[in-house]
């Protein structure tokens, strides 16, 4: 896709052999879900999202596409019948969406919390940002958040200070919903900023997510947790064991079936590809992207810029 105002990447380039550019952003999460008009009409109403393209495949699969203006946030791809959502299988903790300013964050949060098919799950003030936290109709966990000003993190020998500290919602919503977002908050715009994953196992996570894609390590002590990131954001992947320690390969079920991940340019492509040859991991190669599975199964795609919706309904 575009890049976004709020990409959270900086503006100069690293492309090295190890590492992924500092000017990468996190694309659309697709889904698998087992009622589709049920999690569009969730994520239209909680989200105010709105559908931007779908299409029916052979065997009558639909998949459809929903964001902000042209900016998708999700591809959901309706598979009924499949097992539900596992929370103590690795997989999907939450996508994390991200808002320019507090009261956007305040908008979608409200939105969000007077869906009566929202799951509240709490908050946190992690220090380089605000977060509420739901989960939707079929376990698939979501984080709205805003980011603190950059100068106002703390770093200590390349290692981000965070912490979860309590915000009180409604107090939130007091200070900072102004009338004209709480009643057009899609009109906002959002990023789809982080992904925060479920894995069997910390230090297999940071082999295949640090050393062999080339995220490098921002948070690498927190128990049972890693979060990582390109070009000095506090985290544009997290994985942690806390519901999924053990877990092993991933069985086809609801829920995560991408993570997806849009690279500058073919150098991008072509370094990354070599890391994964290095490391003996199969992967598909397109020319506009690189797909590889990750050790739990869940499928990785990073992609050249300017991916459309026509291609995010192709994979």
Excluded: C
């Amino acid at each position: 896709m575009t890049a976004s105002p709020l990409t959270s990447s900086t503006s100069a380039r690293t492309v090295g052999e190890q590492h992924l550019s500092a000017d990468l952003a996190m694309d659309a999460v697709t889904l698998r879900v087992g009622d589709l008009e049920l999690m569009s009409s969730y994520y239209e109403n909680a989200l105010a999202l709105q559908p931007i393209e779908e299409r029916a495949r052979v065997g009558g699969e639909v998949h459809r596409v929903l964001g902000r203006g042209d900016v998708p946030f999700f591809r959901l791809v309706a598979t009924p019948g499949l097992p539900g959502v596992d929370p103590s299988q690795a997989g999907l903790f939450h996508t994390a969406i991200l808002f320019e300013d507090q009261a956007s964050l305040a908008g979608t949060v409200l939105r969000a919390a007077q869906d009566p098919r929202s799951r509240f799950a709490g908050t946190g003030d992690h220090l380089v940002s605000e977060a509420f936290y739901f989960t939707d109709p079929e376990g698939n966990g979501i984080e709205l958040y805003w980011d603190r000003p950059r100068d106002q993190w703390q770093w200590t020998n390349g290692q981000v200070a965070m912490d979860t500290l309590f915000i009180d919602p409604n107090k939130y919503l007091a200070e900072h919903l102004t009338d004209e977002v709480g009643a057009t908050p899609g009109m906002r715009p959002g990023i789809v900023g982080h992904v925060h994953l479920q894995v069997g196992d910390v230090d297999t996570a940071r082999r295949f997510y640090v050393d062999t894609l080339g995220f490098e390590t921002t948070a690498g002590s927190h128990p049972g947790a890693l979060f990582a990131a390109a070009g000095g954001y506090h985290h544009h992947v997290a994985m942690n064991t806390w519901n999924s320690r053990g877990a092993g390969p991933r069985a086809t079920a609801l829920g995560l079936a991408d993570v997806a991940i849009t690279l500058p340019d073919r150098e991008d492509l072509d370094a990354l590809a070599a890391r994964l040859s290095r490391a003996g991991l199969s992967f598909a190669d397109t020319g506009r992207s690189v797909r590889v599975e990750d050790p739990w199964g869940t499928p990785v795609t990073l992609s050249l810029p300017g991916t459309d919706t026509e291609e995010l309904l192709a994979r």
